[in-house]
């Protein structure tokens, strides 16, 4: 019913930049929450960032001050960009959203694909 379509990962220098995409599709309502998560080698999947529909914003504080997240509504699109980056930043980045579908009026989690991200010193 709903798809989030990841895009922007690669290999980049450390203290380069980089932006992320991800497109959510599908028979949907709303989207109160959109947000990044990211899975190291050998590490949990954590949370990088989330945004409201209202643009209330959060960030893990390993991110603080280096990735931005911002979303399109009108798109239902959420962006992470990505500056100052390190080796540790390193993973496969996941959108996530919570999404209302248009034909239930109910919420649900909806994951993207991954993208990977590699940050060479």
């Known amino acids: 019913q709903v798809q989030l379509v990841e895009s922007g990962g690669g290999s980049v220098q450390a203290g380069g930049s980089l932006r992320l995409s991800c497109a959510a599709s599908?028979?949907?309502?709303?989207?109160?929450?959109m947000a990044w998560y990211r899975q190291a080698p050998g590490k949990q999947r954590e949370l990088v960032a989330r945004i409201s529909s209202r643009g209330s914003t959060m960030y893990a504080d390993s991110v603080k001050g280096r990735f931005t997240i911002s979303r399109d509504n009108a798109k239902n699109t959420v962006y992470l960009q990505m500056n100052s980056l390190k080796p540790e930043d390193t993973a496969v980045y996941y959108c996530?959203?919570?999404?209302?579908?248009?034909?239930?009026?109910?919420?649900?989690?909806?994951w993207g694909q991954g993208t990977r991200l590699t940050v060479s010193s």
């Open positions: 996530y959203a919570w999404v209302v579908v248009a034909t239930t009026l109910v919420g649900d989690n909806y």
């Open positions: 599908g028979s949907i309502a709303n989207i109160p929450t």
